[in-house]
């Protein structure tokens, strides 16, 4: 008998699970919009659970036992739900995203009987479980569920690009599955239990244990494989830029984030007590945080399919979380949970102008789109704000992440990440206010080095209102910017250290004050620089170009889209991680 | 021979990775994935196995048998369920891919080709006269 | 890259790997030795706590219920998007033409192929009931059973030839079964909770060890796996079999298809 609010936990989960099968089992039944209405109002019931469920975990976090199973005599026999402040937090924004998705595809999906609907719920519901859960199987039972609905969400188009992307998107999700899957066969052997807090007790007991590393080894790749971290990063380029747009909301403003969220929460809690762990995580973690943000960064600036750039802008802002979660504190673990939900807000509302102007104008291309877009120009100031705002405009949720993520790196002097993770923001925001500068002002008619990007004829339907896809957009730019900072200020060392199961810290420093400035500032030099290249004197114009084009050739190059490649990659990213974990 | 089971798990995924770098045919390509996957299972059972033990059933067998671990084989049962789903989108991605783009050659069905292959007028204009004049 | 570079890489990756590996395989613990904790508590407690024999049931149906729903719930959106991928593209009517390839001989079904069909299909689905109904008690259970029920069908199709299949499944029929089968399992999670039981608590009479009837609400649980994988498996083959359809119409190429 378990006392409310704990006996919430469930129902976030259920609920959805339910919804889906039900209309799965009357799939031909269903009047055409009864779908559209039953997922945003089960992803608004999830969202609003998930918030009950956070404000009550503030005194201590929620547990729950699955068919009744209590732990008896320390062995954990069932499959716990814990669910900490943070937790719920995150859980109540994908709801809430997931909520603002369905509104923005009323309508979108009609022919395919709410099959579309029924992916999507299940898929909400496998995010819900992920964040929740407290058993490493669990969790990977969720990490597949997400996978799965993700595979089938993804080739929707049945265009041909969008099969190579989506066939290399499974082949690499379901390697990483298999890596976990082997991670978790390890630590059970060695502890005896798959319960958080039961394999954490048995590695503080165990001392030094390279079954632990190799654990930790093969868990944390295929968490960095899900959280798009270099050399794993190549398959959300292909992947995302071809899902339907709502898809792509979806997937970098939750999906990526919560593998990274998963690494976080394994690293802090199952392998918190190991110093092996431990002491490789900042090395690991800020150097591949590092290169990825500037490789992301680059990469983006080079795009001209904006939603192929907008994927290389995720890149680069999960590596700017993977730095925050290396900083092994208090503050940089809690600056990234909040940059999870900023960045998810943002990126959603920069996908859904994407989708916008597929719709609309039935093209995705920022060079083939210049000046078109003077006609729904709302949709431009929604992207030049979000743009700013990515890279770094202080203001709101994203900001406030940044800058506790930056205050935890320079306590620590990370200088490097620092300033890899500026270059990165700065780098993404330029490449979106560039974008927008073409489409909605028609500046930059000097294509540059994008013109030699991948790029794709695309269209989808046109059948929604300007203001029911633009409604959507805008809600989650005002989300972002709207959450009080005093709000996160005072709650977040209590729920970050609950969160990484620490004592409570006092207060969380943060970064300084002119960091985000200077971010900005580069991000608008380099917006200016791409739209009014032919404007500039030679002598500022030649030798960017010189810089630009060979290494840009080789990356390009890199990500030549062959499912060989990846795997290939994928291998020496395990050797990687093993090696640092070797050395620590 | 008791590093057996894990050196043939790891042989296992090793050859299997080996197969999809070099894949010149999805299907064959689906069948390297299994391998993969068949290393977890050699892994799982083998951690969960015990000289001497019956399997964890005890209908012929009285409850206190000493049996090899149920958990490890529930595991295994949902993995091979991963397994086939897995299997049968990979599947019918490749029925669509050969039905695109004739092909079953992993190196030639790409995600995208460079260079923009945007149908506007203006912009491949614009694009074409760019590229003459800054190459 | 090349595959020369493809190999190298592979190597390289392999060659930084290999001590970790020998490290780890040298600290298992010794293989055939013991097995885990959890593992030892859960043969020794399930037959007294739950009345069943098979201790793998109890554990996907009752201790760790939780990783089957997920699981079951897996396998829908993996046959949904099965669905959606090929019949976005063909449509849903049915056709009757068979592909054709040339210089193949169409080879008609001779009538040993028929009787023996006849004879094993129904030999197959009572073995899969068996199987199915036997969850607690033999090495069974709704997937296996349900594996085996979806598998008997397509003897359907080798006995009776295309027409007889289609007019035996229904791909509605289907998706009532999958969805249903989903919905009993999940429902047999939140029932519980309308008691003030834990989520997919047993709270029905657990009945007698080395029954048929054991296990309480696993059996319903069961009942549900079954259902839905049957319905799910027998979806996937009826896709598939599409695809061996020839088209009507010349498809077109990428339009709006969503």
Known sequence: MTAFPAALLPLPVAIPLVICAAMLATAHLLPARLPDILATLSALTVAVLCGVIAVRAADGPLVYWFGGWEPRDGLHLGIGFSVDEASGWVAAFIGLLYALTFVFAWGFFDRTHGHFHILMLLFLAAMVGFCFTRDMFNLFVWFEVMSVAAFALTAYHLAESGLAGAINFTVVNSLAGFLMLGGIGLIYAQTGTLDFEGIAAAVARGGRDPVVAGAFCLVAGALMIKGAIVPFQFWLADAHAVAPSPVSVIFSGAMVSLGLFGLAKVSAVVFGASDQVQHALPALLIGLGCFTALLGGWMALLQRHLKRMLAFSTISHAGIMLTGLGALSVDGTGGMLVYVVGHGLVKGALFMVAGILLATQASIDEIALRGLGRGIWPAGIAMALAGLLLCGLPLGLLDQGTRLIQGALAQQGHGIALVAGVIGAALTGAAVLRAAGRIFLGLGPDPGDEAGAPSEDEREKANRPLWLMLGPCCALLALDMGVPAGLIEHALPRAASAFMHRPVVDAVSEGPGWLPWASVAAALAGAGYGLLRNHLPALLVLPVRATQSAPTRALEALHSGLIGDYAAWLAVGVAMIAAVLAMA | MSVLPYAVAAWLFGIGLYGIATSRNFIHLVGCLGVCQSATYVLLLGLGYRWGGIAPIFYDHPPGTPAVDPVMQALVLTDIVVGATLTALLLVLTIQAHKRGGSLDPEKLRPMRAGGTSGRGQGASRVSDREQSTS | ?258
């Not at chain 3, 593992?39 to 201790?63: C, K, Q």
């Open chain 3, 1 to 258: 890259m090349s595959p020369r570079v493809r190999i190298a890489l592979l190597a390289l990756a392999a060659l930084v790997l290999l001590p970790g590996a020998a490290e780890v395989i040298a600290g298992l613990p010794p293989f055939g030795s013991t097995i885990a904790q959890y593992g030892e508590r859960i043969n020794a407690i399930t037959p007294e706590a739950r009345h069943v024999a098979n201790m793998v049931s109890a554990i996907n149906f009752d201790l760790r219920g939780l990783d089957t729903l997920g699981e079951e719930f897996m396998l829908l959106a993996a046959i949904t998007g099965t669905v959606v991928l090929l019949r976005g593209r063909r449509g849903e009517g049915n056709t009757g033409h068979a592909m054709r390839r040339p210089g193949r001989a169409v080879i008609p079904r001779s009538e040993a192929v028929i009787l023996a069909c006849r004879i094993a299909g129904p030999l197959t689905a009572l073995f899969g009931l068996y199987v199915v109904l036997h969850a607690t008690v033999t090495p069974g259970g709704g997937f296996q059973g349900g594996v085996i029920l979806a598998s008997g069908t397509l003897l359907i199709y080798l006995g009776e030839g295309y027409a007889g299949w289609r007019q035996a499944i229904h791909s509605h029929w289907l998706d009532a079964l999958e969805g249903g089968g989903a919905l009993l399992f999940a429902l047999c999670g939140l029932v519980p909770m309308l008691t003030g039981a834990a989520f997919m608590q047993n709270i029905l009479p657990l009945g007698t060890f080395r029954d048929l009837f054991s296990g309480g609400l696993m059996l319903v649980e069961n009942l549900g796996v079954a259902l839905a994988v049957t319905g799910g498996f027998t979806q996937l083959f009826l896709e598939f079999m599409e695809e061996t359809r020839a088209a009507d119409e010349a498809e077109e190429p990428g339009e709006e298809s969503a």
